[in-house]
């Protein structure tokens, strides 16, 4: 992270750990700003998927959920 914007992060982190909502985080540069500002036991999901979570956001099927539900739709 540039120096110059921790101070947005910083108030992003605190924002999401005080907040009562269910927070869900992913990628690498936000997981690396959860950790250091120690709020990891206050979001509500971690993903280390990477790339797949986002996509998974993004509304994107990806190959192994299809196959599931094939797999569950008989």
């Not at 108030?11 to 869900?24: L, N």
Request: zero cysteines; hydrophobic letters at 45%; a negative charge.
């Amino acid at each position: 992270e540039f120096d110059q914007f921790a101070g947005g992060t910083k108030t992003i982190a605190a924002a999401i750990a005080e907040s009562p909502a269910f927070s869900i985080a992913g990628g690498g540069d936000t997981l690396a700003a959860i950790a250091k500002y120690g709020i990891e036991d206050k979001v509500g999901y971690i993903s280390t998927g990477g790339g797949a979570f986002l996509e998974v956001l993004e509304g994107k099927t990806l190959p192994a959920f299809e196959i599931l539900q094939q797999r569950a739709n008989g």
